[in-house]
């Protein structure tokens, strides 16, 4: 049976499209399971419990409080959330994140997934390109990418030294309200190394046989990666996608170094964690940082659960 | 936790309960302090880069070698760092008993119950060394409760090579106008080609904005702590800084805005682009150390024959507190003590914290101190005379106005806001910031 | 399947056994990919030249030159930078690496169970398991750190490495779950099924089946926790204050000073010597993403 042939039935079965015979194996199988998943999951668990929930639950307590870190929290009821609404700093920082994740999400993921696939080719020198590549992922947060971005992004960096070759002046891309945000852009998606890396793994999962199997049917190359690779990648573009979102709204180091912590200039950089954590800890509002920060997690359990949805129709699983 | 141990229960929902029973916490009565007999740690708290950390860790061993009982465990960070730690422990009740403060912050904790207030524990800390203008600079609503480690004026700092180099006069800075002033810093542009500015200019930093309402005869703050400022003296602040970029002297708004929070080694008067600067004076010495290749003075703001006298004050760079949680207040007091009063401090620190705001800690430096030193000393001499007094403290709620000057002051750079709105609006934000802090 | 048609296709790892035809008939586009990798490789490179020739220059040229070209050689940084602190650099890199190296084991065990369960088991409240596991990242850790603080607290944990690690062994990274469940679920299901007929039961199908097979998983995850670890430097500020426990990221901390003077030279020389390891580990462990399915024939 050809590889593109098998897909085919597969996709068009989905993941519900069980035989009556499976779903009874299924349901002897379950109690097996689970106890075998309490197992599985104790670690996990005990975690949940034990570490994580409880600073969220207080958190979440803390958000409907005028907690300033050095006296007792007052309950407000909703005067925090009040706030947001009339927060004109809040609304910068929410359309500065918003502008981030959605530009820079794709771009990084199509440049990541694309070298992945130039690097799975099975190129000489294979490892060294991949390493080089995944560098820049390494000094994601030191403090010298600071220092180095006003060297390359300046009014005499690098980047104006290029254009001035075509006799084009440059602005002082760092220092510029309207283009601060597009270096920290630039950033993000030159530090695509961890996606690449995870859609490389993900790629040595996908069995050679289909390939094989789908030469001898005569399918190209392109053919091979749309009806083949892609598919089988799907779930793990899906993961990078996710997380991909879950992290850039939630990106807090780059725009901090790069911007000395004040999100300038004048709060064109400033992202959400910024300003929940200036509100936090330059401003002793906790309180009212906790509020911004469940706000935050509404905004990204929504865009997930959207992605969760989204995926039903083009996330392939083989089980 | 090893020196405080609370209730154990872990369960998630006391975990709200216990933010809370860790931010009060009991405070013990600091007037029934005493020295232990027995053997007492404390821990100790600054910030900074690695010389002082060798610097003060020599200090803290010549104070364990006078008291045998009491051993120092330091802990120390970067400034970023240190605060996010210090509000941290602060918040579980875990802040340790001496700590290095700036002003910025002092009111927001002393204000909230989180320091130790030391008028309370006389017999263990005398701070009568220190003039009384800047022991005021420590106190909030009227008790003590951070003793100022070294003080500064707010002083224009000049690059007398870049003068020399394009051939301009140094104007006599001991009794320049601001006529005079701007006229050198247009000369140095115009003389370089535009490639060297004139001056760096204020509009971003609450000491150079004190100094400069000060010599319009008004504040930041009253004494209650509200914010006091006219409109107009923050717009006319503003409006200072644009027409210097306007007329060249300053460098452009990118240019600033590039240079803005970058560390001192690579800001304008280092490198060179400027030749003039207004700068905390405590800096002078780090700029000198770190561009070898130029000559640097230290003077006063240039001021007009209506100016009125002692607009200048000297400011504590920073401070000594304790924790008002400590278990071991009077020990606590015991180091501060030392840190102030020992002639051993003066020598282990140098100049590293500024200049001591003693006298007595200055003549024991004096016959140690590399000619940039010297000159920083004459300046903060200088500054002493001539001072008024000290002006009421940041008050508690507003520790960000720094961060809230510079961006309102780069929305005026690139013509978003007019220094009238962006003076209406600062002056709102800062005086709701002090309100919601109650 | 057989070892011939693996080699043919498996170029990277036996290149001399791939037939000569297919060889020149790719020659061309090979080349062109090779030009377009070396162009990327070289943006990619830049930072990391510009901060050993900044490394190897006087401070106060660091600032003035963006270019590679080095006026005055100068090693002094390093020696310096080693020493400069109040103990020598290596102790704060044996310090990373303890916690480092409890992290990915925690990491590893931990995560790859939960992702087990995630991926093969069906129970009850699966769902919102999951969708609860991947809640716990997305409240920023800026408003988790007091409660962390205080729960840390009390348990006795401040000034030790418990606090970056338990938390590993205890699975509440939720990216490496979500990684895993992800990959298991790549794996075809026949591999278990056939394990399960010969009698094994989940413990062995985990075990000798699923963790083989999601080598490269591993790989990834071991790579990032390594990296992500010895760079974070929030939590190791906040948990530790003791200087002789100070980690890597905490020490480099300690050569700048916003408002004095600081020692770029040796800040970059000593950042150059802390991405040394990170850099070893991420060489030795990419062998370890080639493995998986594809090279273990699929069965």
């Not at chain 1, 800890?281 to 509002?285: H, I, S, V």
């Not at chain 2, 008002?324 to 071991?328: A, D, F, I, P």
């Not at chain 3, 400069?84 to 020598?88: D, E, G, I, N, R």
């Given at each position: 049976m050809s590889a593109i042939g098998e897909l085919r039935t597969l996709r068009r079965d989905g993941r519900g499209g069980l035989t009556a015979d499976q779903k009874q194996a299924l349901a002897k199988e379950r109690r097996r399971d689970s106890k075998a998943a309490a197992v599985f999951l104790a670690p996990w668990l005990l975690g949940l419990v034990g570490i994580t929930i409880g600073p969220m639950v207080a958190s979440l307590y803390l958000a409907f409080t005028d907690y300033n870190l050095l006296q007792d929290p007052n309950f407000t009821g909703l005067e925090n959330i009040q706030r947001m609404l009339g927060d004109e700093r809040l609304g910068k920082s929410l359309l500065a994140t918003l502008t981030y994740v959605v530009v820079s999400v794709p771009i990084q993921l199509a440049v990541a997934l694309g070298l992945a696939l130039l690097l799975d080719r099975g190129i000489r020198g294979l490892a060294l390109y991949r390493s080089v590549l995944y560098l820049p992922s390494l000094l994601g947060a030191s403090v010298a990418i600071a220092v180095l971005w006003r060297l390359v992004f300046g009014r005499e960096g690098l980047v104006n030294a290029f254009l001035g070759l075509f006799g084009i002046q440059g602005p002082a891309w760092v220092a510029e309200p309207d283009t601060a945000l597009g270096t920290l852009i630039v950033l993000h998606v030159w530090t695509f190394g961890a996606p690449m890396v995870i859609f490389l793994a993900g790629l040595r999962q996908i069995p050679r046989q289909y390939y094989d199997a789908a030469s001898t049917d005569g399918a190209n190359k392109w053919q091979q990666l749309r009806k083949i690779t892609l598919p089988l990648l799907s779930p793990i573009i899906f993961f990078n996608l996710v997380l991909g979102l879950i992290g850039s709204f939630q990106s807090f180091t780059q725009a901090f170094i790069v911007s000395n912590g004040s999100g300038g200039p004048a709060d064109s950089t400033l992202f959400f964690s910024l300003y929940l954590y200036q509100e936090g800890?330059?401003?002793?509002?906790m309180g009212y940082a906790s509020a911004l920060a469940w706000l935050l997690l509404i905004i990204i359990g929504a865009f997930t659960a959207l992605n969760f949805w989204a995926s039903k129709y083009w996330v392939f699983y083989d089980d | 936790m090893r020196r405080r141990a609370r209730r154990g229960a872990l369960a998630a929902t006391a975990l709200a309960l216990s933010v809370s029973v860790a931010g009060c916490g009991i405070a013990p009565d600091p007037a029934d302090a005493e020295l232990s007999d027995e053997d007492v740690t404390l821990t100790m708290t600054w910030w900074g880069a690695d010389a002082r950390h060798q610097s003060t860790l020599d200090a803290i061993k010549l104070f364990e070698e006078e008291h045998p009982t009491i051993h120092v465990e330091p802990t120390y960070a970067d400034w970023g760092g240190y605060w996010d730690r210090l509000a941290t422990t602060a918040a579980a009740g875990d802040m340790p008993d001496v700590v290095q403060f700036d002003q910025l912050y002092l009111s927001s904790y002393a204000g909230r119950g989180a320091l130790l207030d030391l008028d309370a524990v006389p017999e263990f800390l005398d701070a009568s060394s220190l003039p009384d203008n800047v022991l005021a600079s420590g106190e909030v609503d009227g008790s003590l409760y951070a003793v100022p480690i070294g003080v500064a004026g707010n002083g224009v700092v000049v690059n007398t090579s870049l003068f020399e180099k394009y051939d301009v006069p140094v104007p006599d800075t001991d009794t320049w106008t601001w006529e005079e002033f701007d006229a050198a810093a247009q000369a140095i542009t115009e003389a370089s080609g535009g490639k060297v500015r004139g001056l760096s200019p204020f509009g971003a930093d609450s000491f150079s904005l004190e100094v400069f309402a000060r010599q319009q005869g008004?504040?930041?703050?009253?004494d209650e702590g509200d914010v006091a400022i006219d409109p107009a003296t923050v717009a006319a602040y503003w409006q200072r800084e644009l027409d210097w970029i306007e007329s060249g002297a300053a460098p452009d708004a990118a240019s600033l805005s590039e240079k803005a929070g970058v560390p001192l080694d690579q800001g304008d008067t280092v490198v060179g682009n400027t030749a003039m600067a207004f700068i905390a004076a405590g800096q002078f010495t780090a700029i000198a150390a770190a561009a070898p290749d130029f000559e640097y003075e230290v003077a006063d703001w240039p001021a007009d024959a209506d100016t009125p006298e002692g607009f200048q004050y000297p400011k504590p760079s920073m401070y000594w507190a304790a924790s008002?949680?400590?278990?071991?207040p009077a020990e606590a007091a015991l180091l501060i003590d030392f840190l102030v009063n020992d002639p051993q401090v003066a020598r282990a620190f140098g100049t590293d914290r500024g200049i001591p705001a003693s006298e007595a800690f200055q003549e024991a430096l004096e016959p140690t101190l590399d000619e940039p030193a010297k000159k920083l000393l004459d300046f903060t001499k200088l500054v002493g005379e001539r001072s008024g007094d000290a002006p009421p403290i940041t008050p508690n709620g507003a520790s960000e106005i720094e961060t809230m000057l510079s961006r309102y002051n780069q929305q005026i750079q690139f013509g978003q806001l007019s220094p009238q709105e962006a003076a209406a609006g600062f002056i709102e934000e800062l005086q709701s910031a002090v309100d919601a802090a109650g | 399947m057989t070892t011939e048609t693996l080699a043919t296709t498996e170029p990277t790892t036996q290149p001399g056994k791939r037939p000569l035809v297919v060889r020149q008939r790719r020659r061309r586009p090979r080349i062109l990919a090779h030009v377009g990798l070396v162009l990327v490789a070289i943006v990619m490179l830049y930072p990391l030249l510009w901060m050993v020739t900044s490394s190897l220059r006087p401070n106060d040229e660091i600032f003035t030159s963006p270019g590679l070209l080095i006026d005055t050689f100068d090693l002094s940084h390093y020696p310096d930078g080693w020493n400069?602190?109040?103990?020598?650099f290596g102790s704060y890199l044996l310090n990373s690496a303890l916690v480092v190296l409890g992290s990915v084991v925690g990491n590893l065990v931990s995560c790859s169970m939960a992702a087990y369960a995630f991926a093969r088991l069906q129970f009850r409240a699966k769902t919102v398991a999951f969708a609860a596991m991947l809640l716990t990242i997305m409240l920023p850790v800026h408003v988790l750190i007091i409660p962390q603080y205080v729960m840390f607290a009390q348990l006795g944990?401040?000034?030790?490495y418990l606090p970056l690690i338990v938390p590993k062994l205890l699975a509440t990274d939720a990216f490496f779950v979500f990684l895993m469940v992800q990959f298991v679920r790549g794996i075809p299901r026949e591999l278990d099924e056939a394990a399960r007929i010969d009698g094994a039961g989940h413990a062995r199908i985990f075990l000798q089946v699923i963790l083989p097979l999601m080598v490269p998983a591993l790989a990834t995850t071991t790579i990032f926790t390594f990296i992500w670890t010895w760079n974070d430097f929030f939590s190791q500020l906040i948990f530790v204050t003791d200087p002789d426990l100070y980690t890597v990221p905490v020490a480099l901390r300690?050569?700048?000073d916003a408002q004095s003077q600081s020692d770029f030279g040796a800040l970059f020389a000593m950042s150059v010597v802390s991405l040394i390891p990170v850099f070893l580990v991420f060489l030795f462990g990419q062998r370890f993403l080639l493995r998986g399915i594809a090279t273990t024939g699929g069965k």
């Open positions: 800890f330059a401003g002793f509002r | 008004d504040q930041i703050f009253d008002s949680q400590s278990e071991h | 400069a602190l109040s103990k020598p944990w401040i000034n030790t300690q050569f700048i």
